[in-house]
């Protein structure tokens, strides 16, 4: 079984920075294809935020591009996603995920717990 562990959330004034962490963990992971993060604020659909494949293509929604930078260890199994200039409107549970994931048992898909990111004065 493969678990994906995220940090970094929090409270935050508008104009301020966060950087979330998500590292997947599990006997046996071979690769990940790729990462990134959702996100879902109350009363609206989940959206893509960000994703990286392992070959290092990386994708943004049109709402964070030039604010929130997604980087990857692929050594690590670990996400980044470093989130600068939050707006009011970031306020949303992130959720992390993984697609692709090669490991003993074969290849799957994942997603974290969520973390929640509050953008406040």
């Known amino acids: 079984q493969v678990e994906l562990v995220e940090s970094g959330g929090g409270l935050v004034q508008p104009g301020g920075s966060l950087r979330l962490s998500c590292v997947g963990s599990?006997?046996?992971?071979?690769?990940?294809?790729?990462m990134g993060w959702y996100r879902q604020a109350p009363r609206k659909q989940r959206e893509l935020v960000a994703n990286?494949?392992?070959?290092?293509?990386?994708d943004y929604a049109d709402s964070v591009k030039g604010r929130f930078t997604i980087s990857r260890d692929n050594a690590k199994n670990t996400v980044y996603l470093q989130m600068n200039s939050l707006k009011p409107e970031d306020t949303a549970v992130y959720y992390c995920?993984?697609?692709?994931?090669?490991?003993?048992?074969?290849?799957?898909?994942?997603w974290g717990q969520g973390t929640q990111v509050i953008v406040s004065s």
């Open positions: 990286i494949t392992s070959g290092g293509t990386i």
């Open positions: 599990g006997r046996s992971i071979f690769s990940i294809f790729a």
């Open positions: 995920y993984a697609d692709g994931v090669v490991d003993h048992l074969g290849v799957d898909n994942y």
